[in-house]
Nanobody, 115 residues
Framework: QVQVAESGGGLVQPGGSLRLSCAASGFTFRIVTMGWYRQAPGKQRELVASERPGVGTNYADSVKGRFTISRDNAKNTLYLQMNSLKPEDTADYYC?????????WGRGTQVTVSS
């Protein structure tokens, strides 16, 4: 059974940093292109970062240069390092396969950027 569990969100001031984690199980994590998605209140879910094993990473223009996606295949865990956070980064963050998600969304982790 495919499962993902996101963690690491919280309340942070503008300019601050957070590191999100996504623990995955039930599939061969190391060969799957994974991504971080976010959904802000009243908006559609969007893909903000993806990592294709052995190939590279892609980022939405809105987070390029501030966010870094990485993975630890030994731990079946995906990460998102978020720096220089802005209020517009406030959203629920999810991990899933990318660019086409499987749809087995975890509960997500909430990120709030506010002073």
């Amino acid at each position: 059974q495919v499962q993902v569990a996101e963690s690491g969100g919280g309340l942070v001031q503008p300019g601050g940093s957070l590191r999100l984690s996504c623990a995955a199980s039930g599939f061969t994590f190391r060969i799957v292109t994974m991504g971080w998605y976010r959904q802000a209140p009243g908006k559609q879910r969007e893909l903000v970062a993806s990592e294709r094993p052995g190939v590279g990473t892609n980022y939405a223009d809105s987070v390029k240069g501030r966010f870094t996606i990485s993975r630890d295949n030994a731990k079946n865990t995906l990460y998102l390092q978020m720096n220089s956070l802005k209020p517009e980064d406030t959203a629920d963050y999810y991990c899933d396969a990318a660019p086409v998600p499987n749809g087995g969304w975890g509960r997500g982790t909430q990120v709030t950027v506010s002073s």
